[in-house]
């Protein structure tokens, strides 16, 4: 008993003496600490750089929309500018707005840059990238369309007839993807784009200037020479 005793003291003394003060513990508390932390922000500064890349594509993509829904709405547009101002017949407006299309100033660049700005969102972004693309092909597929109506007179009326309810069904399509591409870039962005689409659609100045110049006769040889 007397051994069993002693034993349990010595090994009892011998935990006591082992035991790590808590100041001890500081040092190695601090290099888990700096380790975590260092992981933290090496992590925080692959976000931002990936963040940054990807706003930056997202405002390309931002840009390029309002540019595909500004020519999708003008030509239309100026066709009823000009339609206001003179005695303009449905067939010769299909044709005006042929001639229109390339009257107004190309972007021959737009197609490439916008696929290149939705190629770097869909990296960051699957679903918004999907949804982005081939948005950019709506109007040379109507300029196309267009142009083919032209070739049957009876097809006129039955073509202009659908490219108001093509262009009534696209355009909300289009303004909701500029209002989510908007708010993925930030709230500022987001709050421009709103006025931008509550704004009365603005016909560019040069082709504005050439329509408010047409007399009559013009605007008729317009269609004519299209012919």
């Known amino acids: 008993r ?19 003060p808590p100041k001890d513990w500081l040092p190695l508390i601090g290099v888990v600490v700096g380790a975590v932390l260092g992981w933290v922000f090496n992590q925080l500064a692959q976000w931002l750089v990936v ?13 390029d929309l309002l ?30 707005k042929v001639v229109l299309t390339q009257l107004f100033p190309t972007d021959d660049d737009l197609g490439k840059r916008y696929g290149e700005a939705v190629t770097l969102v869909a990296a960051a972004n699957p679903i918004l990238g999907f949804r982005l693309r ?12 267009r142009t083919i109506a032209l070739s049957d007179s009876a097809g ?41 689409l509550r704004r009365p659609l603005e016909i560019p100045d040069t082709l504005m200037e050439s329509l408010t110049t047409l007399q009559p006769g013009q605007a008729r040889g317009l269609g004519d020479g299209a012919k």
């Not at 829904?69 to 010769?92: C, T």
């Not at 081939?134 to 369309?145: G, K, N, R, T, Y």
């Not at 202009?160 to 993807?177: A, M, N």
């Open 2 to 20: 007397c051994l069993s005793d002693w034993s349990s003291d010595v090994c009892s003394s011998d935990l006591v003496q082992n035991k790590m």
């Open 51 to 63: 963040r940054r890349d990807e706003k930056r594509a997202i405002g390309r993509a931002v840009a």
């Open 67 to 96: 540019e595909i829904r500004l020519r999708l709405l003008v030509i239309p547009k100026a066709v009823e500018v000009l339609s206001k101002k003179f005695s303009i017949r449905l067939q010769d407006q299909a044709v005006l």
């Open 134 to 145: 081939s948005q950019d092909i709506v109007s040379p597929l109507l300029h196309q369309m």
């Open 156 to 196: 006129v009326s039955l073509f202009s007839q659908f490219e108001e309810k093509f262009i009534g069904h696209l355009k909300p399509h289009l303004e909701g993807l500029i209002r989510q591409t908007a708010w993925a870039h930030g709230v500022v962005t987001w709050v421009r784009a709103l006025r931008i």
